[in-house]
């Protein structure tokens, strides 16, 4: 069965930095575009970030130049750098595949896990 459990989200101050953590089960991983999801209190889901199965990253507008993504095949692993943090960036962040969620679209479905909240704040 597919799983999705992400981590190391936090509450940080404006202009600190975190690491996200994806840790995906029960298919395989390599070949999935995968992304980084994020909604806060009110708000839609959002689409934050997506990396292919070839690596080829893509950022929304808002994080780009501030968050990283990346992958670990090996370890079937996706994480999310998060520099330069800003209020806006509050939200509970989850992964989900790309048909799930991307440029113009976003649909939850069963496969996501329960997110990890991040909280920025003074």
């Known amino acids: 069965e597919v799983h999705l459990e992400e981590s190391g989200g936090g509450l940080v101050q404006p202009g600190g930095s975190l690491r996200l953590s994806c840790a995906a089960s029960?298919?395989?991983?390599?070949?999935?575009?995968v992304t980084w999801v994020r909604q806060s209190p009110g708000k839609e889901l959002e689409w934050v970030s997506g990396i292919d199965a070839s690596g080829t990253t893509t950022y929304a507008d808002s994080v780009k130049g501030r968050f990283t993504i990346s992958r670990d095949n090996d370890k079937k692993m996706l994480y999310l750098q998060m520099n330069s943090l800003t209020t806006e960036d509050t939200a509970r962040y989850y992964c989900?595949?790309?048909?799930?969620?991307?440029?113009?679209?976003?649909?939850?479905?069963?496969?996501w896990g329960q997110g990890t909240q991040v909280t920025v704040s003074s």
């Open positions: 989900a595949p790309a048909g799930d969620c991307g440029p113009g679209y976003c649909f939850r479905s069963k496969y």
């Open positions: 029960g298919f395989t991983f390599r070949t999935v575009h």
